[in-house]
């Protein structure tokens, strides 16, 4: 790194230099040639100059009365002559000025009438160079440095045009040179210092590297060799060199420790005499080395071999040998890596003499085995087997089994998911597939509380299957508890989205049903109540009966039908609990009233007794009127003419108790277990009455059960019957659900 | 009074019941105009020189059901004041809620009424609608 620096340091200021040095030549050959120039100028403008007879100048006026001056003629064509001759010294531009009242005025000009820069005889110079003023002074030849007036930029010599005698100044005589002239003759000038310089930076830049590619593969061999003595003098495992003779060329520090041979000692011996027992490997040893120093091959190379080695001291040490070859600078030399397994062999000795305990302990441990895993391939078979889904988790929720059923769920093989926290793998969802809050969730449940749980299947989790799609499951959580502590949990689930199906076209079925079966009964009972009412004009008493009790019929069918849907309503468990506070009082009175026609047919007395601090209780008033009615339209069929139905609503302990008893015909011994069978009716009544249904005790028994109340009865036959049925004061937990009762 | 004989719409998919119903209604002094379909309901609104008082619907019909037909009624500005008494053979709490939440008069259970109820049902809307 630092050597890199260095050098780059280098580079950078060598280039500079070069670029520096070509630089200031440049700069020195632009100078000179400027010089060189200018000088070259005085000297023609002063040569020229030298040859313009002063008398002649004299009567020039720089006006225009010299163009009659024959002086000025001659004047003029003079300085055109030398024009030509000055032409190749740059020289563009000769003329005399004069100067008058502080002003300078030209008169004979070389450059013809009509062209670029002609100037009569009197012409204003507007714009001089300060040089002017100071020659008109002076009176001594002169350079100018480059300056621009109205024609240009140029530089000029100005030459005095004096009186031989008396010094007197005539005029001056001008020579300008173009300074795009001198421009150019400075370029081509300093054309050949700037290819130069470049020349010599790319010749040093190749040089340079050339150089430093050397160094740096001297470098790297350098470093090489030294991480390879490194490597050597560092290993655990003696390293030996020998070149193709045999010789020892490279021994290290192991080696020495291990045969006692110091590397002074080592270097430049017979390998083959120093290491190895004598007679012991010498068969066809000076061929194989010939064929050695020939080819750079062996039959060792590339492999291990075990053989016996000695050290100084001439005992034996036994040594793994593993040999490669090499090729340095035409010469083959082999390398042998050696790793004294004296101890190994000793602790091989040692081994053998204890494997034969070992295998007698492993019979015993194999017999122990065999018991374990028949046990856990029974467990595998029960778990393999089963068709729902099993998947357990440790503590932290991550999964340490999934079973068979549970890949075919899912989606994810037990491989992909075991080690996984199970939450991220599946994300438990609600039917918005919402991701549930932790504490909601059945893993975490089962391992706070320590107890099963399970998911209901009306309103069921979702699980996420390996592609997203969602399905709905019927979750069951049992923590693991190992001597009393809980360790993890087991989920067993299925997915339940045909059973929610079949729920569904049970529901669709009760509604289709109810339409369908209930049209014709509709029909029905309008016609015939259009015959009784006279609409198809007046029956005979005779035909009146017989409709009569068609609709009688009619009636009964539609009764039959709806407590058929009521049934299948809550058998569905998709029927609405719908609690509000409710004064048992009156739904009893709103029951009687309703049946009060068929009450006074028989001349029975109802009795009706309330408790009277009785709270109202948050129950749905729906499905209790039906109990209700079930009760009383049964107390009031059988019973006899006169008899007498009572209704005591009391209160004990946490539960409110309803009873309705009569005086009636009864319930026989015989049927009493069976009373609330469905479409089960009372041996006694159905001889009596043919229109129950076989349905009502049924429904009532249902009603009860789901508003959390029990219900039974005590009868006689020929005493009469009670019923009591019991609800929660703290009442009926709402339940959502998608029929009501008698829709 | 112009007329003095109030139209009754009945739409009802069932023919007996459709006959019984317009029977019932003309001996009760009404004038029933039956259609099958809740299309024919539509098309019959749009064309009789006077709009019924009162309209007496089935939920279940074949084609555009009972809920589809009231959106229409209660969306065209013309038809919205007319009473609409739902008769049905269904009456499960979210058809009723729905129903009654559009704007229906009153749903009634077809098996649980006398004809001679539902039509009395039906002219208290009319009064109430002449008033």
Request: net charge neutral; glycine share 6%.
């Given at each position: 790194?630092?050597?890199k620096?260095?050098?780059?340091l280098?580079?950078?200021?060598?280039i500079l230099?070069?670029?520096?040095?070509?630089?200031?030549?440049?700069?020195?050959?632009?100078?000179?040639?400027?010089?060189?120039?200018?000088?070259?100028?005085?000297?023609?403008?002063?040569?020229?100059?030298?040859?313009?007879?002063?008398?002649?100048?004299?009567?020039?006026?720089?006006?225009?009365?010299?163009?009659?001056?024959?002086?000025?003629?001659?004047?003029?064509?003079?300085?055109?002559?030398?024009?030509?001759?000055?032409?190749?010294?740059?020289?563009?531009?000769?003329?005399?000025?004069?100067?008058?009242?502080?002003?300078?005025?030209?008169?004979?000009?070389?450059?013809?009438?009509?062209?670029?820069?002609?100037?009569?005889?009197?012409?204003?110079?507007?714009?001089?160079?300060?040089?002017?003023?100071?020659?008109?002074?002076?009176k001594?030849?002169?350079?100018?440095?480059?300056?621009?007036?109205?024609?240009?930029?140029?530089?000029?010599?100005?030459?005095?045009?004096?009186?031989?005698?008396?010094?007197e100044?005539?005029?001056?005589?001008?020579?300008?040179?173009?300074?795009?002239?001198?421009?150019?003759?400075?370029y081509?000038?300093?054309?050949?210092?700037?290819f130069?310089?470049?020349?010599?930076?790319?010749?040093?830049?190749?040089?340079?590297?050339?150089?430093?590619?050397?160094?740096?593969?001297?470098?790297?061999?350098?470093?090489?060799?030294?991480?390879?003595?490194?490597?050597?003098?560092?290993?655990?495992?003696?390293?030996?060199?020998?070149?193709?003779?045999?010789?020892?060329?490279l021994?290290?520090?192991?080696?020495?420790?291990?045969?006692?041979f110091?590397?002074?000692?080592?270097?430049?011996?017979?390998?083959?005499?120093?290491?190895?027992?004598?007679?012991?490997?010498?068969?066809?040893?000076?061929?194989?080395?010939?064929?050695?120093?020939?080819?750079?091959?062996?039959?060792?190379?590339?492999?291990?071999?075990?053989?016996?080695?000695?050290?100084?001291?001439?005992?034996?040490?036994?040594?793994?040998?593993?040999?490669?070859?090499?090729?340095?600078?035409?010469?083959?030399?082999?390398?042998?890596?050696?790793?004294?397994i004296?101890?190994?062999?000793?602790?091989?000795?040692?081994?053998?003499?204890?494997?034969?305990e070992?295998?007698?302990?492993?019979?015993?441990?194999?017999?122990?085995?065999?018991?374990?895993?028949?046990?856990k391939?029974?467990?595998?078979?029960?778990?393999?087997?089963?068709?729902?889904?099993?998947?357990?988790?440790?503590?932290?929720l991550?999964?340490?089994?999934?079973?068979?059923?549970?890949?075919?769920?899912?989606?994810w093989?037990?491989?992909?998911?075991?080690?996984?926290?199970?939450?991220?793998?599946?994300?438990?969802?609600?039917?918005?597939?919402?991701?549930?809050?932790?504490?909601?969730?059945?893993?975490?449940?089962?391992?706070?509380t320590?107890?099963?749980?399970?998911?209901?299947?009306?309103?069921?989790?979702?699980?996420l299957?390996?592609?997203?799609?969602?399905?709905?499951?019927?979750?069951?959580?049992?923590?693991?508890?190992?001597?009393?502590?809980?360790?993890?949990?087991?989920?067993?689930?299925?997915?339940?989205?045909?059973?929610?199906?079949?729920?569904?076209?049970?529901?669709?079925?009760?509604?289709?049903a109810?339409?369908?079966?209930?049209?014709?009964?509709?029909?029905?009972?309008?016609?015939?109540?259009?015959?009784?009412?006279?609409?198809?004009?007046?029956?005979?008493?005779?035909?009146?009966?017989?409709?009569?009790?068609i609709?009688?019929?009619?009636?009964?069918?539609?009764?039959?039908?709806?407590?058929?849907?009521?049934?299948?309503r809550?058998?569905?468990?998709?029927?609405?609990?719908?609690?509000?506070?409710?004064?048992?009082?009156?739904?009893?009175?709103?029951?009687?009233?309703?049946?009060?026609?068929?009450i006074?047919?028989?001349?029975?007395?109802?009795?009706?007794?309330?408790?009277?601090?009785?709270?109202?209780?948050?129950?749905?008033?729906?499905?209790?009127?039906?109990?209700?009615?079930?009760?009383?339209?049964?107390?009031?069929?059988?019973?006899?003419?006169?008899?007498?139905?009572?209704?005591?609503?009391?209160?004990?302990?946490?539960q409110?108790i309803?009873?309705?008893?009569d005086?009636g015909?009864?319930?026989?011994?015989?049927?009493?277990?069976?009373?609330?069978?469905?479409?089960y009716?009372?041996?006694?009544?159905?001889?009596?009455d043919t229109?129950?249904?076989?349905?009502?005790?049924?429904?009532?028994?249902?009603?009860?059960?789901?508003?959390?109340?029990?219900?039974?009865?005590?009868?006689?036959?020929?005493?009469?019957?009670s019923?009591?049925?019991?609800?929660?004061?703290?009442?009926v937990?709402?339940?959502?659900?998608?029929v009501?009762?008698n829709? | 009074?112009?007329?003095?004989?109030?139209?009754?719409?009945?739409?009802?998919?069932?023919?007996?019941?459709?006959?019984?119903?317009?029977?019932?209604?003309?001996?009760?002094?009404?004038?029933?105009?039956?259609?099958?379909?809740g299309?024919?309901?539509?098309?019959?609104?749009?064309?009789?020189?006077?709009?019924?008082?009162?309209?007496?619907?089935?939920?279940?019909?074949?084609g555009?059901?009972?809920?589809?037909?009231?959106?229409?009624?209660?969306t065209?500005?013309?038809?919205?004041?007319?009473?609409?008494?739902?008769?049905?053979?269904?009456?499960?709490?979210?058809?009723?809620?729905?129903?009654?939440?559009?704007?229906?008069?009153?749903?009634?259970l077809?098996?649980?009424y006398?004809?001679?109820?539902?039509?009395?049902?039906?002219?208290?809307?009319?009064?109430?609608?002449?008033?």
């Amino acid at each position: 790194m630092k050597n890199k620096i260095s050098r780059i340091l280098l580079l950078t200021i060598s280039i500079l230099s070069i670029i520096v040095f070509g630089g200031l030549i440049t700069l020195v050959v632009k100078q000179n040639t400027t010089k060189k120039i200018t000088q070259d100028l005085l000297y023609f403008s002063e040569s020229v100059t030298a040859a313009i007879n002063p008398d002649r100048v004299k009567t020039i006026t720089a006006s225009s009365s010299d163009l009659a001056n024959p002086d000025y003629l001659r004047l003029n064509q003079q300085l055109e002559k030398v024009q030509d001759y000055l032409k190749f010294k740059g020289i563009h531009w000769s003329y005399l000025v004069f100067q008058k009242d502080n002003q300078f005025l030209f008169s004979v000009d070389s450059i013809p009438e009509g062209q670029y820069g002609h100037a009569e005889p009197g012409d204003l110079y507007q714009s001089p160079p300060p040089e002017l003023s100071k020659i008109f002074q002076d009176k001594e030849p002169l350079t100018t440095p480059v300056y621009q007036d109205e024609w240009g930029k140029f530089i000029s010599a100005f030459i005095p045009i004096k009186d031989f005698s008396t010094g007197e100044l005539f005029a001056v005589a001008g020579f300008d040179i173009d300074y795009q002239y001198l421009q150019t003759q400075i370029y081509q000038a300093t054309l050949i210092p700037i290819f130069s310089t470049i020349i010599v930076l790319i010749f040093y830049l190749v040089i340079f590297f050339l150089i430093s590619r050397r160094l740096d593969q001297a470098n790297a061999l350098k470093e090489s060799e030294e991480r390879f003595e490194l490597i050597t003098e560092s290993a655990f495992d003696p390293i030996i060199m020998m070149d193709q003779k045999g010789i020892i060329s490279l021994w290290n520090k192991s080696a020495e420790k291990v045969y006692g041979f110091t590397k002074s000692e080592a270097l430049g011996k017979s390998l083959h005499h120093l290491i190895l027992p004598l007679n012991k490997y010498d068969v066809n040893h000076s061929e194989k080395l010939r064929n050695f120093s020939k080819t750079g091959q062996s039959p060792v190379v590339g492999q291990v071999l075990e053989l016996e080695t000695i050290n100084k001291a001439g005992q034996i040490i036994p040594v793994e040998l593993s040999v490669s070859t090499v090729k340095i600078k035409y010469q083959h030399y082999a390398i042998g890596i050696i790793r004294d397994i004296s101890v190994r062999k000793k602790n091989e000795e040692i081994l053998k003499k204890k494997s034969k305990e070992v295998e007698e302990s492993q019979l015993a441990v194999l017999n122990v085995l065999e018991d374990v895993n028949e046990e856990k391939s029974k467990t595998d078979a029960l778990l393999t087997g089963i068709g729902d889904g099993v998947i357990a988790v440790d503590i932290d929720l991550n999964i340490i089994y999934a079973n068979q059923a549970s890949e075919k769920i899912t989606g994810w093989t037990s491989k992909e998911i075991i080690g996984k926290s199970f939450h991220d793998v599946f994300p438990v969802l609600d039917n918005k597939g919402k991701i549930i809050a932790r504490e909601k969730r059945p893993f975490i449940i089962a391992i706070k509380t320590g107890e099963n749980t399970s998911t209901s299947t009306t309103a069921p989790l979702y699980y996420l299957r390996k592609n997203k799609t969602k399905f709905p499951v019927a979750i069951t959580v049992s923590p693991i508890k190992i001597n009393n502590k809980i360790t993890g949990a087991i989920d067993v689930f299925r997915d339940i989205t045909h059973e929610i199906e079949v729920d569904q076209m049970k529901t669709e079925f009760i509604s289709l049903a109810s339409h369908q079966l209930r049209t014709p009964l509709s029909a029905m009972r309008w016609f015939s109540e259009m015959l009784l009412a006279g609409d198809a004009g007046k029956l005979t008493k005779e035909q009146k009966e017989y409709i009569t009790n068609i609709s009688l019929s009619n009636d009964r069918m539609i009764a039959l039908v709806n407590s058929l849907l009521n049934i299948s309503r809550i058998e569905s468990g998709r029927i609405i609990i719908d609690p509000e506070p409710t004064d048992l009082g009156n739904l009893i009175k709103d029951v009687l009233i309703e049946i009060d026609n068929k009450i006074k047919e028989k001349k029975q007395q109802v009795i009706v007794s309330i408790h009277d601090k009785l709270p109202k209780i948050n129950i749905d008033p729906k499905l209790i009127r039906e109990v209700y009615k079930n009760l009383l339209t049964n107390a009031n069929k059988y019973t006899p003419e006169g008899g007498e139905i009572s209704v005591f609503i009391s209160k004990k302990d946490d539960q409110i108790i309803s009873q309705v008893s009569d005086n009636g015909y009864g319930i026989s011994k015989k049927d009493q277990p069976k009373i609330f069978d469905k479409f089960y009716r009372g041996s006694n009544i159905v001889k009596l009455d043919t229109e129950g249904t076989g349905l009502g005790l049924y429904l009532a028994k249902s009603i009860v059960e789901s508003s959390l109340g029990k219900i039974w009865f005590e009868s006689q036959e020929n005493k009469g019957t009670s019923f009591w049925f019991t609800l929660p004061i703290s009442g009926v937990k709402a339940k959502k659900g998608e029929v009501t009762i008698n829709s | 009074m112009k007329k003095n004989i109030s139209t009754i719409l009945v739409i009802e998919d069932e023919n007996l019941l459709l006959q019984a119903i317009t029977k019932k209604l003309t001996l009760c002094g009404l004038n029933p105009v039956s259609a099958t379909s809740g299309e024919q309901a539509i098309d019959y609104l749009k064309n009789l020189p006077e709009l019924p008082d009162v309209i007496w619907l089935d939920y279940h019909l074949k084609g555009m059901d009972g809920l589809t037909f009231l959106k229409e009624i209660k969306t065209n500005p013309k038809w919205k004041c007319i009473p609409v008494v739902v008769v049905s053979n269904s009456a499960s709490p979210d058809k009723v809620h729905n129903m009654l939440a559009l704007g229906a008069n009153k749903y009634l259970l077809k098996a649980e009424y006398r004809l001679d109820q539902i039509v009395e049902t039906v002219k208290e809307f009319v009064h109430c609608d002449k008033k």
